[in-house]
C-alpha cells in the first residue's frame, strides 16, 4: 500500500520561496502520477498541478503558473513542489495524492494522500 508524507511547509514572508516534499512508501513511484493540492480555510480543496507517471507535467491553477513548479525525484521515491514568489493568498493547507499513471483535476480520483502540511504566508 502506498503511503504519503508531506513536508516543508512553513511561515514565510511575502514574496519568498518554500519547497514541499512528498515521500513515498510501500510502493514505488514509478508507475503513479502524483499532484498536489490545497485547501484554505473555508474553501474548496483546489488542484495545482500534477505529474504522470511519464513525467508530463500539468498546471491546474492559473495563478500559480511560473511560480510553482512539480518535480519528481525517482531515486529518492519523492514529488517535491517548488514555490517561489509566494503570495498572501498561498496561504493553506498542501496535499500531495498519488493515482495510477495519469493525472486528472478531479481529487476524487487520487486513491491515497498525505496528512497535508502547512504553508503560511505572512508578513
Known amino acids: 500500500q502506498l503511503q504519503l508524507v508531506e513536508s516543508g511547509g512553513d511561515l514565510v514572508q511575502p514574496g519568498g520561496s518554500l519547497r514541499l516534499s512528498c515521500a513515498a512508501s510501500?510502493?514505488?513511484?514509478?508507475?503513479?502520477?502524483i499532484a498536489w493540492f490545497r485547501q484554505a480555510p473555508g474553501m474548496e480543496r483546489e488542484g495545482i498541478s500534477c505529474l504522470s507517471s511519464r513525467g508530463d507535467s500539468i498546471n491546474y491553477l492559473d495563478s500559480v503558473k511560473g511560480r510553482f513548479t512539480i518535480s519528481r525525484a525517482n531515486a529518492k521515491n519523492t514529488v517535491q513542489l517548488q514555490m517561489n514568489s509566494l503570495r498572501l493568498e498561498d496561504t493553506a493547507v498542501y496535499y500531495c495524492?498519488?493515482?495510477?499513471?495519469?493525472?486528472?483535476?478531479?481529487?476524487?480520483?487520487?486513491?491515497?494522500w498525505g496528512q497535508g502540511t502547512q504553508v503560511t504566508v505572512s508578513s
Open positions: 510501500g510502493l514505488s513511484l514509478d508507475s503513479f502520477a
Open positions: 495524492a498519488a493515482r495510477r499513471w495519469f493525472c486528472t483535476r478531479r481529487s476524487a480520483d487520487f486513491s491515497s
